[in-house]
């Protein structure tokens, strides 16, 4: 559920305040029908988002695709990203109109199209058997699996400029402490901002809270099962760290002067310039970094967001979204579909990708590495990976993420609202969720 | 001697004020569409150091196997059908709502503020327009698009209608006129100047309009103008001089129809003379 | 009714006047102004407005989640009128209505008089004023989010030549909402000044030239004449510009998104982030909530607006 907004609505909309709920957008040739085409060939819609990294690398793929199955076509189509993105989904699953097959998130988001009712179970597909077993978890209900992997997996964590931190003399903090102070040794040093928060974009600024994960269930293993019981609170401990860390570093004024209005954009920017020296984001800032700081590869590296215990130090982990088949998905049609999904779980699949877009993380497939050259953002998790110092987000262990997240989270960062305020109001947000998810004991 | 002065310093005052406030926005839109991407990106005030106007116009145009093209002709289509209709529709609402005191005024009245305060209901007007099998059509957009907007002309429209006195309507009934003639032949050409802020209001509303579009006529072959700004606002690239450009493309049409009926308000102002 | 048509000192209307056609009309066979006129605009009126919005009072007791429903009675409203933001969200939503639309009227009417007087290049200034309605919204919130922008934006770059430091427009909470409301009315104003144009040049002129006899000033001109016989465009530019600053969101949804925090957001906003969030059910809950707020206002208000036709 951590939707990127596009940038900030742009599309807002005109009419009204609404009971509106969409059908598609943008681009659809419309799924429907099962049937072959006159000559024996087969025409499948792809639906993906419309981020241009995004769909150079479906067609990249649709292309290598048909190269090999002639009687096959891929045409990709393309829906807004954000929320705006997930009710258009919704809606066209719900209205059988969807694309034969199309690209989303996982984890919760996925939970949300009420799979076993919309999907093509895909269990018995040989694939399966090549993924990540965290991965298959995020797209599975209990009575079937559902989507390949589509991209890589990615951490919630700092990027930081390391020649900042050479010149300083600063080594990567394992504790939150030691984070403070290597901060406050970049601010007294004067020539970066210690760290970079980008409310122009308010998704980013939930980093804090989403990326601490890792060190809360180092407290307490169980706390996402607590948390979708109704057992654990944002307010308590471990969880308010997150907020609390947020308000510490406003109020230690550690932030770059223009936070308001910077943008992602403008935060990735800095970090590769030596403008900002830490910025705590998801690593797909890697394909940003890679579009417009090319040069600033190997600068730019990542470490996660310590907590209180160096032993505990670990990454939180997003899994990649999923591609999967509606049940309007039929005949021919649905064979073909299946087929093509089959070649999205191949290496050739995966170099592709790679190829297409910058990397982000590690790939979920078994049998996909990623090329030797990949910007320090992404080399620079390998290690937490292969110390399997890990742990998924929250989004992939419960279904309940409160939609205020990113506007309580900008309060607290601009000093509007206390940290303390801010969990409880996140609490509150979270109880409307779990009320509207119909679940038990709220 | 101070309608000399009124003449001249009030126009120059007035004509400095609006190019700062209303006009350089729209020099901003211009420059920033004439930039490249990387200059665009600085959000600067400034004339571009290397004009890309024509590279981004016509890149903006092939976006997408001339998207753009397609949405212009959808956009005219659906703009001029859909304002003709609620145009005529209204007035005769409006018309017999002012003329005729009956029991049915108020419910009339209260549908109407009911039709500007409610924001519609999308998901159930789908069901009724697939059910009528206008779904994913131009005329059943153009259907929503009446349907919508007849509560805000009416309200216009009912305001206009009681400036005309009612001794015309009396002299055309003496004169044998039935109902139909005696509005399209009398009252009718007598709204000019309501109609035209109708049209102009409408044809900007529906033209500019991107929610319904969205909604109701999804698909690419259908595209109307405003769904065109979606090619362009990739969020982790953004190619703000495109963005720029298609808006100020977009804005193009609305400006020549307007500027095309700005002459028949003045038109009707000068019979009207009015002295300031 | 009388007010606006009935004319001053000779009527052009003249001996026709006094006939019966009035008499005759209302018992007559027939009514010059038949009923069945609402018959064409109501049917696409009926069959997709009130149909679907019928529809859409019965989602407001479920939850609804486009894939399954379930009826809940009312606990959508018990659940919207605990929404944190609301309390906040309805102060933001008068200020920014009577705000909006007090500077639409104002502003609409003075350009409207001022734009039919004699002045030089009134074609062009009618023109430059109404150039922002036909850019989009979505246009306009880009375009004014950069000129806003605190440090890089041209106001702020301009008023530092001057040497005043100029505030964070959008990012500061005590302004974000009222920079909002200022460009509202920057893209809305040109509308308020058309529709007084119309009003304005309705008028007959016989008026004007009555007064010039009597030797009135242009100030009397506009306080007896233009004033009192423009109501009807005052009416209805007050009309639309309360219900459309009540139910306005989009601007605000592009221009801040209801930040920073939560601190320019409206009803109408707080309503299409749970749209947004998937609750459907509550968001159609809070539109039933905010219709019953906006017609408590207008309809008292059109009633004081339309007194004046009841005498007819």
Redesign the interface.
């Known amino acids: 559920m951590f939707s990127?907004q596009?940038?900030r609505t742009?599309?807002a909309?005109?009419?009204?305040?609404?009971?509106?709920?969409?059908?598609?957008?943008?681009?659809?040739?419309?799924g429907g029908g099962g049937g072959a085409n006159a000559d024996g060939s087969v025409t499948l819609s792809y639906l993906v988002d419309?981020?241009?990294?995004t769909?150079a690398t479906a067609e990249a793929l649709a292309d290598a695709f048909m190269a090999q199955n002639e009687n096959i076509k891929v045409e990709v189509?393309?829906r807004?990203?954000g929320a705006e993105g997930d009710n258009l989904i919704k809606?066209r699953l719900s209205?059988g109109e969807m694309s034969d097959v199309f690209a989303y998130n996982s984890g919760s988001l996925f939970q949300a199209l009420a799979p076993d009712n919309t999907l093509v179970n895909l269990d018995d597909q040989e694939w399966v058997g090549k993924l990540d077993e965290n991965f298959v978890n995020t797209v599975s209900t209990d009575n079937g699996v559902y989507g390949v992997p589509m991209g890589q997996a990615m951490a919630g964590a700092v990027i930081y400029n390391k020649d900042i931190y050479a010149e300083l003399g600063l080594t990567v903090p394992t504790t939150w402490d030691e984070f403070i102070a290597n901060s406050q040794a970049i601010k007294d040093a004067g020539a970066a901002a210690p760290i970079v928060q980008t409310y122009g974009d308010t998704w980013t600024s939930q980093l804090f809270v989403l990326g601490d994960f890792n060190n809360v269930l180092a407290e307490d293993p169980d706390w996402a099962e607590k948390y979708t019981n109704n057992e654990a609170k944002y307010s308590d401990e471990p969880a308010i760290r997150g907020f609390e860390h947020l308000e510490e570093t406003f109020k230690a004024g550690l932030f770059n002067e223009d936070f308001a209005s910077a943008t992602?954009?403008d935060g990735v920017r800095m970090v590769a310039t030596g403008e900002g020296a830490q910025y705590p984001i998801l690593t797909f800032a890697a394909?940003?970094l890679m579009?417009?700081n090319p040069e600033a590869a190997d600068t730019v590296g990542v470490f996660p967001l310590p907590g209180d215990d160096a032993a505990t130090n670990g990454l939180t982990v997003w899994m990649p979204g999923g591609v999967y088949i509606p049940k309007s998905t039929e005949g021919d049609k649905l064979e073909a579909a299946k087929t093509f999904l089959e070649f999205l779980a191949t290496p050739e699949s995966c170099d592709i990708q790679a190829e297409t877009s910058a990397p982000q993380g590690p790939f979920v497939i078994e049998g996909c590495d990623l090329p030797e050259d990949v910007p320090a953002i992404v080399s620079d998790q390998q290690k937490w990976f292969d110390e399997e110092k890990t742990n998924l987000a929250l989004e992939f262990l419960s279904p309940i993420k409160g939609p205020a997240l990113e506007q309580i989270t900008v309060a607290v960062g601009s000093g509007i609202t206390s940290a303390a305020d801010g969990a409880a109001q996140y609490d509150e947000d979270v109880k409307k969720q779990a009320q509207q998810l119909g679940l038990e004991g709220w | 001697m101070r309608?000399t002065l009124?003449?001249?310093g009030?126009?120059?005052v007035?004509?400095v004020l609006?190019?700062v406030?209303?006009?350089?926005?729209?020099v901003?839109?211009f420059l920033t569409a004439s930039k490249t991407q990387q200059e665009a990106?600085?959000?600067?005030?400034t004339l571009p150091t290397q004009w890309a106007f024509f590279e981004n116009l016509v890149a903006v145009v092939q976006t997408?196997d001339y998207v753009l093209l397609r949405a212009f002709v959808n956009s005219t289509i659906l703009t001029v059908a859909a304002v003709a209709i609620m145009v005529v529709?209204?007035a005769?609402?409006g018309?017999?709502?002012?003329?005729?005191?009956?029991r049915?005024n108020p419910l009339?009245?209260g549908?109407v503020?009911?039709?500007?305060?409610?924001?519609?209901?999308?998901?159930?007007?789908?069901?009724?327009?697939q059910g009528?099998e206008l779904f994913k059509t131009l005329p059943g957009l153009i259907?929503?698009h009446?349907?919508?907007g007849?509560?805000?002309c009416?309200?216009?429209f009912r305001?206009?209608v009681?400036?005309?006195?009612?001794?015309l309507?009396?002299?055309a009934?003496?004169d044998g006129a039935g109902?139909v003639r005696?509005?399209f032949r009398v009252v009718f050409p007598l709204l000019k100047?309501?109609i035209?802020?109708v049209i102009?209001?409408q044809a900007?509303f529906v033209f500019?309009?991107?929610?319904?579009a969205?909604?109701?006529l999804?698909?690419?072959e259908n595209?109307t103008v405003?769904?065109t700004?979606?090619?362009f606002?990739?969020?982790?690239?953004?190619s703000l001089n495109l963005?720029?450009m298609d808006?100020l493309l977009?804005?193009v049409p609305?400006?020549i129809m307007?500027?095309f009926f700005?002459r028949q308000?003045?038109a009707?102002?000068t019979a009207?003379?009015?002295?300031? | 009714?009388t007010t606006?048509?009935a004319?001053p000192g000779a009527d052009?209307?003249g001996p026709?006047?006094g006939?019966d056609?009035?008499g005759k009309?209302r018992k007559g066979i027939?009514?010059?102004?038949?009923?069945w006129?609402?018959m064409?605009?109501?049917v696409?009126?009926v069959?997709?407005?009130?149909?679907?919005?019928g529809?859409?009072l019965y989602?407001s007791l479920t939850r609804w989640t486009?894939f399954e429903q379930e009826f809940i009675g009312l606990d959508n409203f018990v659940q919207f009128f605990r929404e944190q933001a609301l309390v906040q969200g309805f102060i933001n939503t008068f200020i920014y209505a009577f705000l909006t639309s007090g500077l639409k009227v104002v502003l609409g009417m003075l350009l409207g008089?001022?734009l039919?007087?004699?002045?030089?290049?009134?074609?062009?200034?009618?023109?430059?004023?109404?150039?922002?309605?036909?850019?989009?919204?979505?246009?306009v919130g880009?375009?004014?989010e950069?000129?806003m922008?605190p440090f890089?934006?041209?106001i702020n770059?301009t008023l530092a030549a001057i040497g005043i430091q100029g505030p964070g427009w959008l990012t500061d909470p005590q302004w974000a909402l009222l920079s909002v409301a200022l460009v509202d009315v920057?893209k809305g104003v040109g509308?308020a000044t058309?529709?007084f144009?119309?009003?304005?040049?309705?008028?007959?002129?016989e008026y004007?030239e009555a007064a010039?006899v009597d030797g009135a000033s242009?100030w009397k001109n506009f306080w007896h004449i233009t004033l009192p016989l423009a109501r009807?465009?005052t009416?209805?530019v007050v009309?639309?510009s309360l219900?459309g600053g009540l139910?306005s969101f989009d601007l605000i949804w592009a221009m801040t998104g209801g930040g920073p925090g939560f601190t320019s957001d409206v009803i109408a906003s707080v309503i299409y982030k749970q749209y947004q969030a998937g609750f459907?059910g509550l968001s159609?809950a809070g539109?039933v909530v905010l219709?019953v707020v906006?017609?408590a206002l207008?309809?008292p208000l059109?009633a004081w607006l339309n007194r004046g036709?009841k005498d007819?």
């Open positions: 990127r596009s940038r742009l599309l909309f005109s009419a009204s305040g609404i009971a509106l709920t969409l059908t598609l957008a943008g681009c659809s040739g419309g419309n981020q241009e990294a769909v189509e393309t807004p990203q809606t209205t992602y954009a394909s940003q579009t417009s | 309608n009124w003449r001249w009030g126009g120059t007035a004509i609006s190019i406030v209303f006009i350089v926005p729209f901003f839109i990106s600085l959000l600067e005030f997408r529709l209204s005769m609402v018309y017999v709502l002012q003329r005729r005191r009956s049915w009339v009245n549908l503020l009911a039709g500007l305060i409610i924001p519609p209901a999308v998901v159930p007007t789908i069901w009724v327009l009528l259907a929503v009446v349907a919508f007849v509560p805000f009416v309200l216009l305001a206009f009681s400036t005309i006195p009612k001794e309507d009396e002299a009934i003496i109902s005696l509005f100047s309501v035209v802020t102009v209001v900007v500019n309009d991107f929610t319904y969205l909604y109701f999804p698909g690419d595209a405003q769904l700004t979606y090619n606002q990739a969020q982790s690239v953004s963005l720029f808006i977009i804005t609305p400006l307007y500027i700005n308000i003045v009707g102002m009207g003379s009015v002295k300031g | 009714m606006l048509t004319r052009t209307a026709d006047q006939r056609a009035a009309k027939k009514s010059p102004y038949p009923l006129f609402y064409p605009a109501g696409f009126y069959i997709l407005f009130l149909v679907p919005t529809a859409s989602f486009l008089v001022f039919t007087s004699q002045i030089i290049a009134r074609g062009f200034l009618r023109s430059v004023v109404f150039f922002p309605v036909l850019v989009s919204t979505i246009g880009i375009t004014f950069v000129l922008n890089d934006g041209l770059q920057w509308l058309l529709i144009i119309a009003g304005i040049v309705a008028i007959p002129q004007f010039r242009s009807p465009a009416a209805t009309t639309l219900i139910r459907y159609t539109n219709f906006v017609a207008i309809v059109q036709e007819a």
